[in-house]
């Protein structure tokens, strides 16, 4: 299998791709490359988000309960996993800083995500 990209299609380069293993090789450096940008990008200080702000229930799927955060003007959400609750109460409205704990983990995860 050879696969050519011509300068149309990535400007500025020319590279000729010998095999199946190295499109996944190239595939899986951009998708890292992409993850560690988009981590870069999120990595926001969790102060600026639990400071005087709330948190509000979404929606519930897979023994994951899912709440929503307001930063500035972006929607963002991210899971609070059954499993970690145990049996404490969740409510539909609460202090963001309660919910810190859950917003870092998924800060780090990459599942504080914009809301749909």
Do not use: W
């Not at 595939?27 to 600026?48: V, W, Y």
């Not at 899912?66 to 409205?93: R, S, W």
């Amino acid at each position: 299998m050879s696969i050519e990209f011509t300068q149309k299609d990535c400007p500025g380069t020319l590279h000729m791709v010998s095999s199946l293993e190295e499109v996944r090789q190239i595939a899986k450096k951009s998708d890292t490359q992409l993850k560690e940008a988009l981590k870069g990008e999120s990595k926001m200080n969790i102060k600026d988000i639990v400071k005087n702000n709330s948190v509000y229930f979404l929606y519930y799927r897979q023994q994951t309960m899912y709440y929503g955060v307001t930063v500035g003007e972006q929607k963002m959400m991210f899971p609070v996993p059954l499993e970690d609750v145990m049996d404490a109460t969740l409510f539909a409205k609460e202090k963001a800083i309660t919910y810190m704990r859950y917003i870092r983990k998924a800060i780090n995860d990459g599942t504080y995500v914009p809301q749909n």
